[in-house]
């Protein structure tokens, strides 16, 4: 057992490319879950994944925002156009459905945006 | 809807004296609640949880936290600080039935002083 991974972990970019992170979870966990976190703040829920399927997205999703988990293992993450508001730090989690209330942080992808 | 705030964005204590950090959570329903802490450049990782069993929880690190469902208030303790517990602690809960999602506070930065 590894833990969950996330890669990379730092990310610098110019506003208006398209970036992607990956997160790779603990390996028999079928739950994976996009959190965003800003500067002070605490994680916003994102989306999340039970297998290969997209059953919850937050209304922070913006259409800019598209998540994939093709083979229900690792996922991606990606952001268009990429704006300076996007800058934070991307949290992936993982769970077993049967133990959902225990989550598994990544440590996150820290992305700046300038 | 839910939400959790923790009051006090930074608390400082001495090595050795009481760490109590505050959390109330606003839910319509019992929910479940959890600590975590986070590390620099680390993920989160979860301390104790609240699933309506034992009000008290015990958690990893010598912390507990105890529900007081009449105070809304799920507030982390430790009896004795140690310089090792210098990191930012969130509080979160779970509802269920009201998306498959944690929702955090703020968050609190521990300082431990020598």
């Known amino acids: 057992d590894t833990g969950v991974s996330q890669n990379p972990r730092h990310k610098i970019t110019k506003r208006g490319q398209n970036v992607t992170f990956r997160c790779d979870p603990i390996s028999e966990h079928n739950r994976l879950y996009w959190y965003r976190q800003t500067l002070g703040q605490g994680p916003e829920f994102l989306t999340y994944?039970?297998?290969?399927?997209?059953?919850?997205k937050s209304r922070l999703l913006s259409d800019r925002f598209s998540a994939e988990r093709p083979k229900g293992s690792f996922s991606t993450l990606e952001i268009q156009r990429t704006e300076q508001g996007d800058s934070a730090m991307y949290l992936c989690?993982?769970?077993?459905?049967?133990?959902?209330?225990?989550?598994?942080f990544g440590p996150g992808t820290r992305l700046t945006v300038l | 809807a839910q939400s959790v705030t923790q009051l006090g964005s930074h608390v400082s204590v001495s090595e050795g004296a009481l760490v109590l950090l505050r959390c109330n959570y606003s839910s319509s329903v019992p929910p479940y609640l959890f600590w975590y802490v986070q590390y620099p450049n680390q993920g989160l990782q979860l301390l104790l949880k609240y699933t309506s069993a034992a009000t008290l929880v015990k958690g990893i690190n010598g912390f507990e936290a105890e529900f007081k469902k009449s105070e809304t208030s799920f507030h982390l303790t430790k009896p004795s600080a140690h310089m090792s517990d210098a990191a930012e602690y969130f509080c979160a809960t779970w509802v269920i039935n009201a998306g498959n999602m944690l929702t955090f506070g703020g968050g609190t930065r521990l300082m431990v002083k020598p």
């Open positions: 989690a993982s769970s077993l459905v049967l133990a959902w209330n225990e989550q598994f």
């Open positions: 994944f039970q297998n290969e399927a997209q059953l919850e």
